[in-house]
């Protein structure tokens, strides 16, 4: 092989490498903006609780960084427990309007509100279960101190159920948790994104940690509910996943289910579910079920109280 040719396969394989990490940098800062970037729905049209016949009150309150949140608060003056509800990713708290009545229906308190940047409420830092841990707590406490004689539960869904795991490891307040679609880890949970659209987690993985730790502040390993879910104990946990989500694997409910302390978790696998998709399946039967949950756990008190 002469030089020349030499030379112009060594620029070819430079080129390639080149393009290869520019790809991998634009799919990890693709991963990093879907994650954390601020984004709001172009028409702020959406349903409250007037549609389905309830009066609710509205709640301002501001998480610890300063951020304005609003909720929607259902109360029931005979209640002994307040249902937190969270949303999801990208979601809002019209989204709790199926779940949130029909447990006020069952004779709870519900309390569904809006995480930073999302509904109502005002922006600030976002990430996946990050940051979003600050305005639950900060719901926590404004159900606290507007219902300081009842038990607050937290009913929760896919980045809300990992930001309600989180929470209630280092809030003793949260009394009963139910987690529906929550994921085990980050990390896996990005991976598993990339990995719909047939690229190779393994390598785009660590690039959309880097670039998510750099433009936003924050490592993919600081969000790892699998890592905390044994210190919940001896609170209850309903655990709730479809065996068909393509979002969050059913495998990081099995992962989350065995992590936990002896005990503490009742896992019901849906079949024939995706992603947040129990409710929808069987309205009446998710709602009895939660109720049937929080009923027969009123007896538990909030770790160390």
Same mark, same amino acid.
């Given at each position: 092989m002469n030089a020349a040719r030499r030379r112009r396969i060594a620029r070819t394989a430079g080129l390639v490498s080149t393009g290869l990490g520019l790809g991998a940098a634009g799919v990890g800062a693709t991963a990093a903006w879907i994650?954390?970037?601020?984004?709001?729905?172009?028409?702020?049209?959406?349903?409250?609780?007037?549609?389905?016949?309830?009066?609710?009150?509205?709640?301002?309150?501001?998480?610890? @960084?300063? +951020?304005?949140? /609003?909720?929607?608060?259902?109360?029931?003056?005979?209640?002994?427990?307040?249902?937190?509800?969270?949303?999801?990713h990208r979601g809002n708290k019209s989204d709790m309007l199926g779940v949130g009545p029909g447990l006020h229906r069952a004779g709870n308190a519900v309390f569904m509100f809006d995480f930073r940047g999302n509904g109502d409420s005002g922006d600030g830092p976002q990430s996946l279960a990050l940051h979003e841990q600050l305005d639950l707590r900060a719901a926590v406490d404004w159900v606290a101190q507007r219902r300081p004689d009842v038990r607050i539960a937290v009913v929760a869904f896919s980045m809300g159920a990992a930001t309600a795991l989180l929470t209630a490891v280092e809030d003793p307040r949260i009394a009963a948790l139910v987690l529906d679609s929550p994921f085990a880890t980050m990390s896996d949970v990005v991976g598993a994104?990339?990995?719909?659209?047939?690229?190779?987690?393994?390598?785009?993985?660590?690039?959309? @940690?880097? +670039?998510?730790? /750099?433009?936003?502040?924050?490592?993919?390993?600081?969000?790892?509910?699998?890592?905390?879910i044994d210190r919940i104990a001896p609170r209850?946990?309903?655990?709730?996943h479809g065996r068909d989500d393509h979002i969050i694997p059913f495998s990081h409910a099995e992962q989350l289910a065995a992590a936990a302390a002896p005990g503490t978790v009742e896992f019901v696998p849906c079949p024939g579910v995706d992603h947040c998709g129990a409710y929808f399946a069987d309205r009446p039967g998710y709602i009895a079920r939660l109720a049937d949950f929080l009923r027969r756990t009123a007896h538990h008190s909030p770790a160390g109280v």
């Open positions: 994650l954390n970037a601020p984004r709001r729905p172009d028409l702020p049209y959406t349903f409250t609780p007037f549609e389905v016949g309830l009066e609710e009150e509205t709640a301002r309150f501001e998480a610890e @960084d300063g +951020v304005s949140l /609003v909720g929607w608060f259902l109360d029931d003056p005979d209640a002994d427990t307040v249902v937190i509800c969270c949303h999801g994104g990339i990995r719909q659209f047939r690229l190779p987690p393994g390598q785009l993985v660590p690039v959309a @940690d880097l +670039v998510n730790r /750099v433009r936003y502040g924050y490592r993919f390993a600081e969000v790892r509910p699998i890592d905390v209850p946990i309903l655990l709730v």
